[in-house]
T-cell receptor, first 118, second 115 residues
Framework: AQKVTQAQTEISVVEKEDVTLDCVYE???????LFWYKQPPSGELVFLIR??????QNEISGRYSWNFQKSTSSFNFTITASQVVDSAVYFC???????????????FGKGTHLIIQP | NAGVTQTPKFQVLKTGQSMTLQCAQD?????MYWYRQDPGMGLRLIYY???????DKGEVPNGYNVSRLNKREFSLRLESAAPSQTSVYFC??????????????FGAGSRLTVL
């Protein structure tokens, strides 16, 4: 069965510090997809990134970067030079393409509450 | 373009009452989902509909029923609400054509309190 673990329940840093959110996943499929979503205090869920299991290239988007390592089953998210607006709950999620046909939704981790203090 | 619309946004029920959460999407998506979010638990899948005419149980289906009314609409019904169903409910949809790869688009959420 698929599983996503976000061991950090809450992280608090001072603005401009770098911060890394950890995500470890479990799956038996060889084809799968990993996602990160952001949930700001307003409550909506905002898509950040999707990665497939065959693409281990790291990705950078502005101050955000993602490190995907199949060897350790991890898909970590780093925010560089954090800002107060980055304060949110961040969810890592997994979708298997083979088991369940892939249409059975995402399995989410429990989320990491990131607090950026001014 | 409204995306995924959920109604109501807030609802307070008494134990034993019934209610239906409505969800509609205007993106011509095939697959639709209902999740619940509880503190410290992340989002857990209640039911999903991979395509019009089909529905399947997710991780936490007990106490709920769903109806895929048409391609646009997917409703979640609580027949006899219990305090354990106090939660924030999210509807989501995705194109569903590329297995597993599609990004879910979420509604704004419905906060339900059962007294």
């Amino acid at each position: 069965a698929q599983k996503v673990t976000q061991a950090q329940t809450e992280i608090s840093v001072v603005e401009k510090e770098d911060v890394t959110l950890d995500c470890v996943y479990e799956t038996r499929d060889t084809t799968y997809y990993l996602f990160w979503y952001k949930q700001p205090p307003s409550g909506e869920l905002v898509f950040l990134i999707r990665r497939n299991s065959f693409d281990e290239q790291n990705e950078i988007s502005g101050r955000y970067s993602w490190n995907f390592q199949k060897s350790t089953s991890s898909f970590n998210f780093t925010i560089t030079a954090s800002q107060v607006v980055d304060s949110a709950v961040y969810f890592c999620a997994l979708s298997e393409a083979q088991s369940g046909g892939g249409a059975d939704g995402l399995t989410f981790g429990k989320g990491t509450h990131l607090i950026i203090q001014p | 373009n409204a995306g995924v619309t959920q109604t109501p946004k807030f609802q307070v029920l008494k134990t034993g009452q019934s209610m239906t959460l409505q969800c509609a999407q205007d993106m011509n998506h095939n697959s639709m989902y209902w999740y619940r979010q509880d503190p410290g638990m992340g989002l857990r899948l209640i039911y999903y509909s991979a395509s019009e005419g089909t529905t399947d149980k997710g991780e936490v289906p007990n106490g709920y029923n769903v109806s895929r009314l048409n391609k646009r609409e997917f409703s979640l019904r609580l027949e006899s609400a219990a305090p354990s169903q106090t939660s924030v409910y999210f509807c989501a949809s995705t194109l569903g054509l590329l297995s597993g790869a599609n990004v879910l688009t979420f509604g704004a959420g419905s906060r339900l309190t059962v007294l």
